[in-house]
């Protein structure tokens, strides 16, 4: 039986070893942290990501797990509409609304049917092996562990990337906000103002996920909770009740994103996940590009480190044209001239329905097949 060692034990690292475990490789995950878990608040899953879901025998737990969301769009900070998502005709087009659950709980079901877990156990450096040679993990303990295919799952500041000097960490100039709110949400969906971005989605049993980005230039130190209600009070409703309502604690982080590798893969080592293709949360596709990752690599690999080639060449195209689309996105809804604000409103609020619906489809794909997935 092939060996494998995932190193990471987040979202994708998880979800890789669950599919390369179905496909019949002996898999070790090794994480850093004595404890793995998902810090976090909510997390929001287009059809895509369901759809990787399903092929690893988790997508309908997941949605048990989660809510379906209600319908969105975007907004303007006043509340005004400048284009609705209509949930019916998504779910018609896709097979799938957006599902919203609380990120640890998302976590914790795959972290439940992964193979072997190795916690505290962090990595020091692989050699990455070849035609000829298995590749072997060196983790801090002093052990050793050979394998024919390592995946890389260990996030933004992979230290397995180490092979990819080129492939550096780009801070994006804003901040994110996120937390939960004991507060039942009517509609969600994103609101842009000058420069803040702000984006409510329904979560089981009453409550609400808020996340915000605002430029990291104008963060104040201290309690964000205080700082975000007075940067948000004029803010349409109903933005200043669920920030009356959290449940919680405010996570707060420098948004980041990865100057792209020159390759995914080197030796029988695969990146995956944010270490491949870390993006802006813009579209909401951090989760679903790296599900996908771990589908089409269990899909490629082989014992043969010349099949991660095909690996990269269905995934890499899609997964960074996602991440530029992304950044893109984040860049627009940060306009703070009023001048560009207007303008970009009123481009937004112009386009047709079926133009909006086009171009969400073009970047969740409809797939039937896995193949077509990636």
Known sequence: ???AVVVGAGLGGLASAIALRRRGWDVTVLERRAHAAEAGAGIALWPNALRALDVLGLGARTRELGTVE??????????????RTDAA????????????????????LLRAAAPDLREGLGVRRVDPGGAGAPAVVHDEAGGRHEAELVVAADGVRSTVRAYWP??????????????????????????????????????????TYLYAMVPTADVSA???????RARLAGWHDPIPAVLDAVDGRVLV?????????????HGRVALLGDAAHAMTPNLGQGAAQAFLDAVVLAEEATADPASLAAYERRRRPVAEAVARRSRAAGDVAAWRSPLAVALRNAVVGALPAAASARALDHLLGTPATTKEMA
Not at 70 to 83: D, H, K, M, N, P
Not at 253 to 265: A, G
């Open 1 to 3: 039986m092939a060996r």
């Open 70 to 83: 209600i319908g969105g769009g975007i907004r303007t900070s006043s509340g005004r509409w400048l284009v």
């Open 89 to 108: 005709d998504l779910a018609r087009r896709q097979g799938d609304g957006v599902v919203v659950l609380p990120r640890p709980e998302l976590h914790a």
């Open 166 to 207: 080129e492939a550096t960490v780009r801070d994006t100039g804003h901040t994110a906000f996120r937390l939960v709110a004991r507060h039942r949400l009517d509609a969600g969906g994103e609101s842009w103002g000058r420069g803040d971005l702000v984006g409510l989605a329904p979560l089981p049993r009453g409550r």
């Open 222 to 228: 201290g309690d964000p909770l205080p700082w975000l």
């Open 253 to 265: 982080h420098r948004l980041e994103d990865l100057r792209p590798p020159s390759s995914w893969h």
